[in-house]
C-alpha cells in the first residue's frame, strides 16, 4: 500500500508545467535520480511516470523523502 507514502513530484519535460526556458536537460532524465534511491535508501522507494511530463517518486520513509528532496531541489537554471 504505497497511497500512504511520501510523494516528490518532478517535471520531466519542457511544456506547460516548466519555467519559462524550461528545465535543465540534466533534471529532465530521472536515472540519476533513481541511482540515488538505489543507493542511499533503506526504505522503499519507487517511481511513477504520470505522464511525459511528470514523474512521480515515492518513498516509504518520509526522512528519505525529504534527503531526495534536499539533494535534487532547487533545480539549477542557467
Known amino acids: 500500500m504505497t ?3 511520501q510523494p516528490v513530484r518532478i517535471l520531466r519535460a519542457l511544456g506547460k508545467h516548466s519555467r519559462s526556458l524550461g528545465w535543465p536537460p540534466e533534471n529532465r532524465n ?7 534511491c538505489q543507493k ?6 519507487l517511481i511513477d511516470f504520470d ?3 511528470v514523474a512521480t517518486f515515492r518513498f516509504e520513509r518520509r526522512r528519505e523523502a525529504q534527503e531526495f528532496a534536499l539533494r535534487w531541489f532547487p533545480y539549477k537554471c542557467v
Request: with cysteine.
Open 3 to 5: 497511497e500512504h507514502w
Open 30 to 36: 530521472t536515472s540519476e535520480m533513481e541511482a540515488w
Open 40 to 45: 542511499h535508501c533503506r526504505g522503499g522507494w
Open 51 to 53: 505522464d511525459d511530463s
